[in-house]
């Protein structure tokens, strides 16, 4: 994963710190937050979504274009979708955020098995998109669970990729960018 975050320790724990606190929030209130959750994962698709679109224009990135730009649209359409009509899509919210999950957790793996040269530590990029893809089949394949049940799934989603990312974010914490080569060196 080479996203402009990523360069950013700092800010991918950010990212995880969100998760978290987006999986506790759905945890703790499900039937209150249904609404509120989808207009938040909306908003965090399309911010990831228009993050990996950055991506693409940057020189230094390792990823193949064309797989960003996938997520890149799969991420803005599922937050247009979800601004322009928060109501319908918390009524089709398994199928949006299984899609999304889906997409972005092949994403991820893809991207995790072209870095592994590059980086160390590829099986936690891994593991968050195969949680991403699992959590995505299952919200996407059993709509009826309800919205309680729907709640949890996103709970307990939030903390692993929020822990993930965490864990990420601590090890590429000791990585410099050489500014001469625009390369990432192995961690330490």
Known sequence: MDYLFVKSAG????RGAIAIVLGLFALL???MTFLALTIAFGIYALIDGISALVTIF????HLDRGWLAVEAIAGILVGIFVAASPTVAAINLAWVIGFW????GVIKIVNAIRLRKVIEHEGLLILSGLASVLFG???AS???????????????????????????????????????????????
């Open 11 to 14: 800010a991918l724990a950010v």
């Open 29 to 31: 209130m499900p039937g």
């Open 58 to 61: 940057d020189r230094h990135t």
């Open 101 to 104: 999950a889906v997409v972005t």
């Open 137 to 139: 089949a299952i919200v």
């Open 142 to 188: 059993m709509p009826a669970v309800g919205i309680v049940g729907m709640m949890w799934t996103v709970g307990i989603f939030g903390l692993l990729l929020g822990g993930l990312l965490l864990g990420l974010s601590f090890k590429l914490r000791r990585w410099e960018t050489p500014a001469d080569k625009g390369t990432m060196p192995r961690a330490a």
